[in-house]
Structure formats: structure tokens, C-alpha cells
């Protein structure tokens, strides 16, 4: 079957490879960062002394994949595997890619502009400043506020809730924390301000897309119980199971090609009767 968010797949699997070669160029030398980690890690003062690709290639590269550090690449991989599948197949992997380069892009920027203003609004200043910001945590966090547009009654566990909660909350949720965590001076080396960057550039993109990309039919209003729905499902119920196999199997395919529309009452009482729909 084929694989239905390529992107997502290549995504995580080039993290993981820029991951394994960081820690591999490092052996030995556990305090010294590698030639990748100073080639693609970006800060103020190395885009102005000429390193323009760092706002491209930052995202690749995650915290020393050592120890508790670990958990910085298998937070932002597993977010995006969770998040990313479903988001890619409703978008497709061009529009998927976009959004991603695009929020890490956009991440990058509010990243550099709260650098500058904390630098007094000078040049000088901004030249001055050596912090590095490495990590796809915006990139994925615009696939999260994607997701958030596409799928906004899906229910998310976000700690420190016990309870489950609208993803749409959820996102505007995160917003206002890293607002109020920017200004946490122990938490400075986190990058809140390119988390924000990441989610509205994902929230606005997929707002601009939301009228072209049709909803699948599993996320169409409920149905209801009426004399249509009834009559539908005593005809199906009545279908030889020849006749029931070549109906569902051209429905499935024509979903599968992403003819998503809302689901005629025949349509859904086939799915009720394959126990595809409940």
C-alpha cells in the first residue's frame, strides 16, 4: 500500500540522519561541536558575517542527542509523525512541504526579531548576540496549527490537563504560553518566540487553503436517523454479498483517490455494514 505522507516519512528520516552523523563526528570529543553543528546551527552573528543558508538549514538539527538531550529530536519527531500523516493526506505532500519549510522559515524570523529587539534595536547589538537556536520545533508546530484548521473538534491531552481538549484550543492554548514564557528568564534558551513564529504561519496557510481542500466524509455532520437512512440501510442489509463487495470496492476507491464529499445515505450504510463507519 502506498505510504500515504511521504513527506512526513522523509522529513523524520533526514532529522534522524543529521542526528546520527552529529553524534558520530563528536565521538571522543563530547564538548566540542561538530562541523555540521557549526555549519547549520543559526545565530545573529553569524547571519550577518555572511552565513545566509542558517534560517534554512537550523530545523535539521536538534539539541546533542545525548542523554536527557535526547528527548529534544524525539519530541519534535514524534509530534510531527502524529500530527504530520493526517495533515499531509488532507493537504497533499506539496502543500504538506510548504507549510512545514514555511513555518520553520517564519520560526526562524520571530526568532531573530525578538533577538533584535532585546539587542536595543541596533545592529550592533544584533551582531553581538552568539545564542544559536537549532530544533524543527516551529516547522512542526505549524503542522500542529494545521492540524488544529483542518481537524478542530479532535480531541488532544495537553499537560497539565487531565482531561482532553479541542485541538483548535489546544493551539491557541500553546500561544499564550510561550507569550508568557518569553519573559521567563530561566527558560531563555528556549526558543518560545520561534514556537509562535511556527504556529500563525501554519494557522495562516491553512486558513488560505481551508475553502480548497474538501473535508473527508468521516468528519461530515453525523447523520441523522431519517426515513432515507433506514430505507438505505434495509437495502444494503438485503445486497448479495457479491453485489455489497462490488459497491464497497468502488466507493472505496473512489475515496481513495480523494473524492472527498459528504456521503450519500447508501454510501454511509455500505460503510456501517464493511464496519469501516460506526
Given at each position: 500500500m502506498k505510504n500515504p505522507a511521504p513527506v512526513t516519512r522523509l522529513i523524520i528520516l533526514g532529522n534522524v540522519a543529521v542526528a546520527v552523523l552529529d553524534v558520530l563526528l563528536t565521538l571522543g570529543q563530547p564538548r566540542t561541536d561538530s562541523i555540521v553543528r557549526q555549519l547549520l546551527a543559526l545565530s545573529p552573528a553569524n547571519l550577518l558575517d555572511g552565513a545566509w543558508w542558517e534560517p534554512f538549514t537550523y530545523m535539521w538539527l536538534h539539541a546533542p542527542p545525548v542523554g536527557l538531550w535526547v528527548t529534544h529530536i524525539l519530541f519534535n519527531m514524534m509530534t510531527l509523525s502524529i500530527f504530520g500523516r493526517p495533515v499531509e493526506s488532507r493537504l497533499g505532500s506539496r502543500r504538506f512541504l510548504m507549510i512545514y519549510f514555511l513555518g520553520g522559515l517564519a520560526a526562524a524570523g520571530f526568532f531573530l526579531g525578538q533577538t533584535w529587539w532585546a539587542a536595543g534595536h541596533t545592529w550592533e547589538g544584533f551582531h553581538s548576540v552568539t545564542q544559536e537556536i537549532v530544533g524543527a520545533s516551529g516547522?512542526?508546530?505549524?503542522?500542529?496549527?494545521?492540524?488544529?484548521?483542518?481537524?478542530?473538534?479532535?480531541?488532544?491531552?495537553?499537560?497539565?490537563?487531565?482531561?482532553?481538549?479541542?485541538?483548535?484550543?489546544?493551539?491557541?492554548?500553546?500561544?499564550?504560553?510561550?507569550?508568557?514564557?518569553?519573559?521567563?528568564?530561566?527558560?531563555?534558551?528556549?526558543?518560545?518566540?520561534?514556537?509562535?513564529?511556527?504556529?500563525?504561519?501554519?494557522?495562516?496557510?491553512?486558513?488560505?487553503?481551508?475553502?480548497?481542500?474538501?473535508?473527508?466524509?468521516?468528519?461530515?455532520?453525523?447523520?441523522?436517523?431519517?426515513?432515507?437512512?433506514?430505507?438505505?440501510?434495509?437495502?444494503?442489509?438485503?445486497?448479495?454479498?457479491?453485489?455489497?463487495?462490488?459497491?464497497?470496492?468502488?466507493?472505496?476507491?473512489?475515496?481513495?483517490?480523494?473524492?472527498?464529499?459528504?456521503?450519500?445515505?447508501?454510501?454511509?450504510?455500505?460503510?456501517?455494514?464493511?464496519?469501516?463507519?460506526?
Open positions: 516547522a512542526v508546530l505549524a503542522v500542529v496549527a494545521a492540524f488544529a484548521v483542518y481537524f478542530p473538534d479532535a480531541r488532544l491531552f495537553i499537560f497539565p490537563f487531565p482531561f482532553p481538549i479541542r485541538a483548535s484550543k489546544a493551539v491557541g492554548f500553546f500561544i499564550v504560553l510561550s507569550l508568557i514564557m518569553m519573559f521567563v528568564p530561566a527558560l531563555s534558551f528556549i526558543g518560545h518566540s520561534a514556537h509562535i513564529g511556527g504556529l500563525l504561519a501554519g494557522y495562516v496557510l491553512a486558513r488560505a487553503w481551508l475553502r480548497e481542500i474538501p473535508a473527508p466524509p468521516v468528519l461530515a455532520r453525523p447523520a441523522q436517523k431519517t426515513m432515507d437512512e433506514m430505507a438505505a440501510t434495509l437495502a444494503v442489509a438485503n445486497l448479495s454479498d457479491a453485489d455489497f463487495r462490488r459497491e464497497v470496492k468502488t466507493l472505496l476507491g473512489e475515496l481513495g483517490k480523494g473524492s472527498w464529499r459528504p456521503l450519500s445515505p447508501r454510501e454511509r450504510a455500505l460503510l456501517r455494514r464493511a464496519h469501516l463507519l460506526v
